[in-house]
């Protein structure tokens, strides 16, 4: 992730405050960047901005675990400070993700922190709980952590019950990569074309890679011509041609 950003939004205000102090609970010797959006409807946003090097830094600072950040700022003629706090967790990539094949069914991480920012509360729902669902990992750590207990109905991708309405909401996880080939059916190639060309095809990926390693189950003394396609929307193609 190159940035990731968070906004604080007070409510109720009759002018536009400014003044917005971000803080974290992890000290880093990085800076951070926020700005004020546009007052209107009696309410007025900051946005605060964490680049990659921000995150880095943050991570480092603490290790693995929840960082709080808080916003704070003095309305006027209001006696008290508003604040407001927002959870996250920095992960390595790919260092908790979940298969898209099985829907994240088999996830067994441990986050347990909800896309928003909530804490995921216990599995205690009558449908879903250790109980009812021995075999879903809901019983792992302290019994609150991030799963998909229905992939094989309705359920798209690990999620956890919340204290908030509608009292559940998916997790902030991200697909693993996945490597696939296309075309995907096997081809009758005839020995009149002059060439023919096949893709591999990374998915899910954080930065462009390289090194794709063509091989076959024939030994030949020919060499084989490989391109690795532009990185973009967190897909890399490698193109054989032969």
């Not at 790919?94 to 298969?99: A, F, I, N, V």
């Not at 559940?168 to 023919?196: F, H, Q």
């Amino acid at each position: 992730m190159k940035e990731y950003t968070v906004n604080c939004v007070v409510k109720g205000i009759y002018e536009q405050v400014s003044g917005f102090v971000w803080t974290t609970d992890r000290q880093t010797d990085n800076s951070y960047s926020s700005q004020d959006g546009v007052y209107a409807d009696r309410t007025q946003t900051s946005s605060l901005t964490l680049t990659k090097e921000n995150l880095i830094a943050l991570k480092n600072a603490g290790g693995e675990g929840v960082i709080k950040l808080t916003c704070s700022v003095k309305v006027q003629g209001y006696e008290n400070t508003v604040t407001a706090t927002h959870s996250i967790i920095i992960e390595e990539p790919h260092e908790q993700c979940y298969s898209e094949a099985t829907k994240g069914g088999d996830y067994r991480g441990d986050v347990s922190i909800s896309s928003s920012g909530l804490n995921c509360r216990q599995w205690t729902d009558p449908n879903f709980n250790p109980t009812k669902l021995p075999n879903a990992g809901l019983a792992d750590g302290s019994g609150n952590l991030c799963r998909n207990p229905n992939s094989d109905t309705t359920g798209s991708e690990p999620w956890c019950l919340v204290n908030v309405a509608p009292f559940w909401e998916i997790c902030s996880l991200e697909e693993c990569p996945t490597a696939g080939i296309t075309p995907l059916n096997k081809r009758v190639i005839s020995l009149d074309m002059k060439e023919y060309t096949v893709n591999c095809v990374v998915k899910g990926i954080y930065e462009q890679v390289s090194g794709f390693v063509w091989t076959t189950d024939r030994q030949t003394d020919n060499s084989y011509s490989s391109q690795d396609g532009v990185y973009a929307d967190r897909t890399q193609t490698s193109s054989l041609t032969f």
